[in-house]
């Protein structure tokens, strides 16, 4: 197991092209968020922007957009009634987030159907959150996409079938390259399993152990997998700049909220992007 | 009368563990905020979820679900209609707040009285603002449970049945030892009556003489309650935090709002927590 | 006409009285926000939280109750169609703010009609805005009750029947003694007319002439004269506050928002209160 | 081509007169946000607010209303069913701003339609993303008014027919001349057409390429116009301030939202407005 280090970031955060326009930079559809859970999507579409995707749309249970707007006006959204132009915004999406605050009601389920039945090979899928343990519940087969799991370890349980004491290396590998997916094990110190092997976060501080952390990252990778075109980097940077924030944030906070690490992402990319 | 020093802050306040999750640090769930006074469940959110408690949820009106998850995507949130969802919530939760601008109509009896129903020897209830005269006015068999009383002196004598003026150290200890339960009984010095005797706050500005700083301590009471092992110290840091960071911004401020305080409880905690 | 120093305000701001509580600074209760202009009832009840009021409470379209409480959890709510509650609320109040975005539809004329119905001797009872519009075209009977109108000139000149190049000293200060109030006449210099002569301010900025700078002002005069006994000094101090902020601001930005003077107004109050 | 230097700033923003009010300033009626884009218009309405506009009223959909008033009370607003109203603030503006976040269904045809019905000669009308392609697909005459276009290379190749390799300075000023009207057209170094000549803008960066720097770009411009009596510069340095608050703020940030623009507008324009 490899261990992240610094180096991830100069080597993903490009510079960006001075000719280039918000289309450059990926559109990111987010879908979660129902009636109980709507902070978790209105904080991974936050994580979203401020990691620079070029243009976001939240879809999400119409009770959640006014607060969504309140805080993010830079997003989009579309209510979960709105199905035609659901499918359509999956199709037209570079990256799509589903499960931050999805629940696992008929509605949940519905959605993740459709996302898991219109999306193509070129795009990259990333499945968060309940839209795991409904996968895990279901006989359904993935789609040829480019697909990333953001489990913790119950929902990566549930998904593989191996028990958290067993979620060795060597076990949670194979499964990957069954799933063929990119798996984010969020722990203590994340791995992230890969087709090239899995790599270990080594960053991250107790001070982050509150709600919504994980929808934040999920967020965050949307963002990265959405500019930066070498997936696997693009997650690992993601996850690091997670947890290299938080850990700045907690030098003088006991407990460093989500929204706080997510108002701190555009400064931290600037000051790890590539050099000239 | 022993006075609350700030020794009770590294007593109470540990280093965080370094390989912990959001289970570690406590599920709260609090209970209030009617049509008319929803800031009083928000602002006692806010307090919990800065405080450090692990997960939060917010049982209120409806009408107050767009303004806590614009201040708040923190925390979930279950409007009062859910019932079966309600009791799966405070059957899960460690901490249990109920009151904050709850009201005294039908519905706020309701939720009192499930509560009441609902919990279990293990868990940690707070009992604050009108959920204390509700329970005055009835003749309810308290739940046995962890109890902790937040009233402000005209709630104490509904509840103790003791006059304003009559509201001493002995009979006040009568009457808690009759309850089983820890009282906090705030006013300009605030005194929190326990099982092993009663200690009085030192701290506390005029600045801070407006509405909303109850709600606001209840929250941080769920929130250390919720962390720290030892009930009676964690009310008491609690009480003590929240005078110490009003009399910090009093420093140069004529009033200070409750939700200037929240924001300042990571950094506080952070300063005043046991070294190494 | 004298003109309004800066020794208004340590002749009014008081130290606070180290045994006090939140009913010691006053009940406001804020009446005023349609469906179209929410936005100036929340200026304003925000504007008396900053000034350090006790008790704030706004009566307001069910439209702005979200968003009231997104900006200001502090304050307290109810909706126009609460009626018996209007009423009781209006009968505990030390200070009441009718007019703010109130609007001249039927609702707005009801709910000044019960402001002015219900209110006593003891009470101040703040006009602003459309509702001065509204008692300017109908024949109702003042109540004998603490008044202040805050016109700006083409309000006044409706109330009062002079018009705007008429509105001398004199004309105005005989109009007062007919209304038997205190009469802030808003313009590039504000006046302020009362029953021991006029007052004028020497503060202000054109970086202030932005929509809302009224409705925090009102908002202003509710909390001063909530807390400071002398209401005539109060209303001067709440006039000398607003400009005095604005100024300071405006040596740094071209435009000054209403909302940013409000955020000023804790520090400001503290920097010039009574010295020992 | 000429290039917009700095000298555009002190040239246009002029120091407000001492003895003015907020009608010196103008009224802004912006027209836009529908159920899906309302942070489109909540951002244009916000950037007119800090850019110094005197009176700003948004028209949009129902659905936006507690979001805008939550990030900005200094609006009023009228939702798009309140059709007698609406006509009445267009026709008493001095500036309409139609087509942030409007859309393309029969509400948002029916809005624009209206627009362009009912303004007059003295106006200025800024016509904005969709509402340009609406424009663009149907046959109707434009008004005699001060017309303003923002249209993307797309959106102008809808408008004007010239393909986007085609959209040479000489062809666009040619398509200009029959619109009669100022075409900002925006791209990574924007072009502005005027009956004058071409202006050309040499600021901007990369990490503006994110959602809703139009819409912020076309409430500025509604700020700008409203106050400076030469629209022609009025648009120019409403182009330079966005894209050098831009450049400033991107100095530490990797991307930069459009509401951090916004926030800047104040301080930006009092460092740069016209000396003694």
């Known amino acids: 197991m490899k261990k992240i280090t610094k180096a991830i970031l100069p080597n993903t955060i490009r510079q960006r092209p001075v000719d280039s326009y918000k289309g450059t ?9 129902n009636r109980n859970f709507g902070g978790a999507i209105i904080m991974a579409s936050e ?19 006014a607060s969504l707007h309140a805080r ?17 915004l999956i199709q037209s999406a570079n990256v799509v987030v589903v499960g931050p605050g ?19 090979p070129s795009q990259i899928v990333i499945i968060d959150g309940s839209a795991i343990s409904i996968l895990a519940s279901n006989n359904w087969n993935l789609p040829t ?30 499964i990957r390259n069954q799933l063929n997916a990119t798996v ?9 399993y890969t087709e090239t092997g899995c790599f270990q976060n080594t960053l991250g501080t107790p001070a982050q152990a509150t709600g919504g952390m994980g929808d934040t990252l999920a967020g965050m990778i949307g963002g990265f997998t959405a500019q930066f075109a070498d997936t696997t980097n693009a997650v690992q940077a993601a996850v690091y700049t997670h947890s290299a924030i938080a850990e700045q944030l907690a030098r003088n906070q006991y407990v460093v909220l989500p929204t706080q690490i997510i108002h701190e992402i555009p400064k931290f990319m600037h000051e790890n992007q590539a050099s000239n």
């Open 47 to 65: 994580a979203s922007v401020y990691s620079g995707a070029g243009l976001v749309t939240t879809i999400t249970d119409s009770a959640n957009q």
């Open 102 to 120: 999805l629940g696992d009601d008929a509605n949940s389920i519905e959605q993740l159907k459709n996302v898991l039945a219109t999306v193509t």
């Open 145 to 174: 996409t480019n697909l990333i799991f953001t489990p913790h370890q119950m929902e990566w349980q549930r998904l593989s079938g191996i028990k958290i004491a067993d979620q060795t290396e060597t076990a949670n590998q194979q």
């Open 72 to 88: 993010l006006p830079e997003a989009m959204v579309t209510d979960f009634s709105q199905h035609t132009q659901i499918t359509s």
């Open 25 to 33: 930079y990926g559109r990111v559809v987010l879908i979660g968020g």
């Open 184 to 192: 984010v094990l969020k722990s203590h110190r994340t791995e992230i």
